[in-house]
């Protein structure tokens, strides 16, 4: 019989998180996932539904921050990965309110490794075959001209508050590996996209004003250039480092998919019109508005450490992930009610001060 094997997951009813558990749970039917979540505005547990029943699911409602807590998680499940998601996620967020991002991100991140260290930390000698996953990002490193790639080896710049707030993290965890051999990984992808991704990040945010004939807010010129990530192409990559990643190592997870915000939402407007034949979804509803304080003008991945190392490559191209993001919101129009409260929001015009 195979050995169980407990995964500690946090954040896992948010975007990239269930995503991962949905992955997890459907290739390794002895792993049993232990998912810990606050549920904010961003955690929504009918991103989960369908495992909800699955023996092998826990959910466990609760913030990262808390020490009793998660010392209870182990005393329970002793799980021998803990795969940190769980973040508050949005820069523009952070640039209104940096606290939470500084209280969750970096102090949640210390809690976790504090309680981890307890468990697998006994007689001098670390459990066997125990890891703590840092789900980082890019903007750990700031941003690039029009040349050149992010690599492992390139210092750590943040700008915004919530990548100062991650690359803080990010810092955490190697100090735990460097002072205490801890076993550690940390990754830093690219944007992702796909399904259950909350409509404030750029992709579901155009797909759902779209839908709703609102205005579509470009920041600036809209010629910021991100590097798109299919999040199930990420979530194959977390599991390689999950098993097989060198201890201490950071690896960096890209999609080889560089686009400028404006070819996206342009992207997004001629997908929308030809599936559901809405002549009102055009280019006139592109409203180019204030630009983001601080925007990193480009960011882009050279993941070849990974591709090498660990045999992992991006399988979904940008042209196939975006008619498969956009039919996915098409068909669970009822699942962003839900997460918006059940009507339509604009958040940009609601949340931000600098616009
Ligand atoms: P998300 O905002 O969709 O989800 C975050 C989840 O964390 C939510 O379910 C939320 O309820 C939970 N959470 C927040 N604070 C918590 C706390 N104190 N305790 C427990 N749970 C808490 O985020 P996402 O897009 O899925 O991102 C997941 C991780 O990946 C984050 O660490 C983020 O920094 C990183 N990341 C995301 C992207 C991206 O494109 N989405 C890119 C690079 C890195
Ligand atoms: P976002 O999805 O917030 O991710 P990040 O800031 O972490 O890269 O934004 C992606 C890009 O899209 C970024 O350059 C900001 C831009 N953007 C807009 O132009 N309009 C919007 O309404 C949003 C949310 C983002």
């Known amino acids: 019989m195979s050995e169980r094997v407990s995964v500690l997951v946090t954040g896992g009813a948010g975007f990239i998180g269930s995503n991962f558990i949905h ?20 955690g929504n547990l009918n991103n989960l539904k369908d495992v ?20 209870y998680i182990f005393e329970v499940f ?6 940190n998601f769980a973040a508050e996620s ?8 940096p606290g939470i991002f500084l209280r969750t991100n970096i102090l949640g991140t210390q809690v976790l490794l504090d309680v981890a260290k307890k468990h697998w930390y006994r007689a001098n000698n670390w459990r066997n075959g125990v890891k703590f996953i840092q789900i980082s990002t890019d903007e750990v490193y700031g941003s690039l001209g029009p040349e050149g790639f992010f690599t492992e ?23 735990y590996f460097d002072t205490f051999k801890m076993p550690i990984n940390i990754t830093r992808c690219s944007n992702n996209y796909g399904p259950y991704q909350f409509p404030e990040k750029l992709i579901p945010l155009m797909i759902n004003n779209a839908l709703n004939h609102k205005e579509l807010p470009v920041y600036g010129d809209g010629k910021q250039v991100r590097d ?39 992207k997004i407007i001629e997908l929308l019109r030809k ?27 050279d993941p070849s450490k990974i591709e090498k190392e660990l045999h992992w490559k991006p399988e979904v191209n940008f042209d196939r992930g975006i008619v498969k993001t956009v039919s996915w919101y098409l068909n669970n129009i009822a699942w962003v009610r ?18």
């Not at 949005?90 to 309110?97: A, L, T």
């Not at 990530?229 to 690896?251: P, W």
């Not at 559901?276 to 991945?301: C, F, M, Q, W």
């Open 23 to 42: 992955y997890i749970l459907d290739r390794y039917p002895q792993y049993i996932i232990i998912n810990l979540d606050k549920l904010t505005y961003a």
């Open 90 to 97: 949005h820069v523009d967020r952070s640039i209104e309110d």
């Open 275 to 301: 599936m559901t034949g809405d002549v009102k979804i055009n280019e006139s509803l592109i409203k180019h508005v204030k630009d983001r304080p601080g925007h990193d003008r480009r960011y882009a991945i």
């Open 52 to 71: 909800s029943g699955n023996s092998n699911y826990y959910f466990v409602k609760g913030d990262i921050s808390n020490y009793e807590l998660v010392n």
């Open 228 to 266: 798109w990530l299919y999040v199930e192409d990420h979530c194959r990559a977390i599991d390689l480092v999950m098993q097989k990643g060198k201890l201490g190592e950071v690896y960096n997870i890209g999609g080889h998919n560089e686009k400028e915000n404006i070819y996206i939402v342009k």
């Open 153 to 175: 080896k390139t210092p750590l710049d943040p700008h915004s508050p919530y990548s100062a707030s991650k690359a803080s993290a990010d810092f955490i965890v190697k100090s």
């Open 338 to 355: 839900n997460v918006t409260n059940g009507e339509y929001r604009n958040y940009y015009k609601r949340m931000y001060e600098w616009r």
């Open 78 to 83: 002793q799980p021998r990965y803990v795969v």
